[in-house]
């Protein structure tokens, strides 16, 4: 054999032995035992390396707890999904306390964003309100401490707590992105879960019924409001979905429901998860109601479950901005150390097959309200359309 031969031959191995090393290092629990161990080994020794240079020369002292604690959020962020968390044992006692206590807010719906929280809608006479907070902001510190990166749940965890007392945030908007600093005084925020009233054009009445969460009960929070405006003469609804940010699948079926009278809503699926479908479940107001849906950049979810459904099924036109675009589902999973793992297991898709993810879903009728002003310019554009739906009738 050639001296040029054995060049190539030597070449060629080294390329497959290199490939194959890639390949194997992406899948160790492919490797033989002892190749396995010796990963696993190299790793933990690297891992010990990392651990004693940071101990040793970081500028200021480090605990064990938190590097331990750090290391398992940096498993699950380099998934790179922002909706896929770790959350630490105390973060989950903070959660957790939030929920059961008598604590209060400051009067924002919010939605995880990596800047922090990305707010949806500012309640009129709120803490919130009257600090000029405004819906696009983002808060991205409580108290002095970051909350880029924290989960939704235990950030808005943070800003609670009992009426009276006060909370630092900082906020930032989209045109300057330097956040500012605001003191409020938190409080009881009441906000009913559906408002419906009777708004007149020409000699028309039309019912605008806004849907502010998805929480247990929803559904008939909104069938009460429905059945009211319906009785009060109203030739067609106008369903306000604008700054809701979701909340139960269940809820977004139930609530598809009192316009769609049966077949698909929604289905999901995912890696581990085979298809599952949901139908309407019947009762649903008169489907020759004629129906518009308003939304915006806040309408997330659930909302958007909603949305689609009543557009692909063909009960309905919607009005207003692009939805938010949240087209994946989280499960929460308790962990033996206290902490709880949240993580994203699937999508869901509308009737038409398709996933709203990252694009949203696009109304047909474009309609935008102005932040800066206290008119409501979108609303007019949606009962325009009612009207012109109620003509044909």
């Known amino acids: 054999m050639s001296a040029f031969v054995k060049t190539l031959v030597a070449l060629v191995c080294a390329l497959a032995l290199f490939a194959l090393g890639v390949f194997m290092g992406g899948h160790p629990e492919t490797l033989p035992g002892p190749a396995r161990a010796t990963l696993v080994e190299d790793d933990r020794a690297t891992r010990a390396e990392i ?17 331990d604690q750090s290391s398992l ?11 896929s968390h770790y959350i630490t044992p105390n973060e989950t006692k903070q959660f957790e306390e939030a929920l059961q206590g008598e604590f209060e807010g400051v009067g924002l719906s919010v939605d995880e964003d990596r800047r922090g ?3 949806l809608r500012v309640f009129d006479g709120s803490p919130a309100k009257r600090a000029g907070i405004e819906q696009g902001e983002f808060v991205t510190a409580v108290n002095g401490k970051s909350i880029a990166g924290v989960p939704s749940e235990v950030a808005t965890a943070r800003i609670k707590g009992p009426a009276g007392t006060k909370v630092r945030l900082a906020v930032a908007d989209l045109r300057s992105g330097t956040p500012r600093t605001l003191n409020l005084t938190r409080a009881k925020i009441e906000t009913p879960v559906a408002e419906g009233r009777i708004e007149r054009r020409g000699g028309d009445a039309f019912g605008v019924v806004a849907l502010n969460t998805f929480g247990e ?5 909104l069938r009460k409001e429905l059945d009211e405006v319906l009785e009060q003469g109203a030739e067609g609804i106008v369903l306000d979905l604008r700054g ?4 139960l699948l269940s809820e977004a079926v139930l609530v598809s429901s009192q316009f769609i009278e049966d077949g698909l809503v929604v289905f999901t699926k995912g890696r581990a998860r ?7 479940e019947g009762d649903a107001i008169d489907a020759k109601v004629p129906l518009v849906v308003l939304v915006d950049g806040g309408s997330a979810s659930a909302s958007e479950i909603v949305t689609g459904a009543i557009r692909d099924r063909g009960r309905g036109t919607v009005v207003g901005t692009r939805t938010f ?8 999973k308790n962990l033996s150390n206290g902490g709880k793992l949240s993580i994203t297991v699937g999508e869901y898709f509308l009737p038409s097959g398709e996933n709203i993810g990252k694009k949203g879903v696009a109304p047909s009728v474009k309609a935008r309200d102005n932040p800066d002003t206290t008119k409501d310019e979108a609303l007019p554009a949606a009962l325009r359309t009612l009207a012109s739906k109620a003509a044909r009738r």
């Open 51 to 67: 651990v004693k240079s940071l101990k040793k020369d970081f500028y200021r002292p480090i605990k064990q707890s938190d590097i």
């Open 73 to 83: 959020k940096g498993i699950v962020d380099g998934l790179g999904d922002e909706f």
């Open 117 to 119: 929280l990305r707010v």
């Open 217 to 221: 009960g929803s559904h008939g929070a």
């Open 244 to 247: 809701n940010g979701g909340g």
């Open 274 to 280: 085979q298809r599952r479908d949901f139908d309407a």
């Open 325 to 332: 675009g949240k087209g994946v589902f989280q499960e929460v």
